[in-house]
């Protein structure tokens, strides 16, 4: 994990900026321009405090609550499970590990739970909120592999797929994902 090959440029000051006039444009409607920015920038402002206050926020306690539960999910404690998919949980859970002084023998792995359809996940933790790179992925041989293939290359009855990185799979059945849950814990290694 180094710097990015890629940045991502469309930061609030660019977006606001966007609705200056281009060197090679008329600056005849600099106020219209003004006030398109205005109110971008109201809009912007007002999602961004919906969503930390309606649902960021609200979730910290569905991560407090499913690190409470944790050793009742798996015996090794390493497992969140989310009663819904959609929480927005990595910066959450990152802080309340470093808040319990959990070291990293006792890290999280993984976090389950289902998405809109009503099928499971298991979604790997990464190292860093913003890293692409796992703690503990899921294992090698899945990766890239669905359905019937990957029941028969996991031997698990259900499996829908795992991303090619191994970052995240799925599985019908509740059943399924602790199955893969199990396997992956065995045979991948920590990052």
Known sequence: DGPGRYTINTN???????FNPAWNESDDDVDERFHKAMEAADSEFKDKVKYYTGSWWPARKVVEKAMEDRFN??????????????????EHLFQLE??????????????????????????????????????????????????????SVSGIKGAIFVHASGF???????????????????QAKPV
């Open 12 to 18: 609030f000051s660019r977006r606001i900026g966007s």
């Open 168 to 186: 995240i799979g799925g599985s019908q059945t509740k059943e399924g994902i602790m199955q893969m849950l199990d396997v992956s814990l065995k």
């Open 98 to 151: 470093q808040e319990q002084g959990l070291e990293e023998k006792e890290c999280i792995y993984y976090v389950i739970y289902t998405d809109q359809a009503g099928k499971w996940r298991i979604q790997c933790v990464p190292i860093r909120p913003d890293s692409f790179e796992n703690r503990l992925g899921l294992p090698a041989a899945w990766r890239g592999v669905r359905d019937a293939d990957l029941e």
């Open 73 to 90: 999910v798996h015996s090794s404690g390493r497992v969140l499970l989310l009663e819904q998919g959609g929480v927005p949980w990595k």
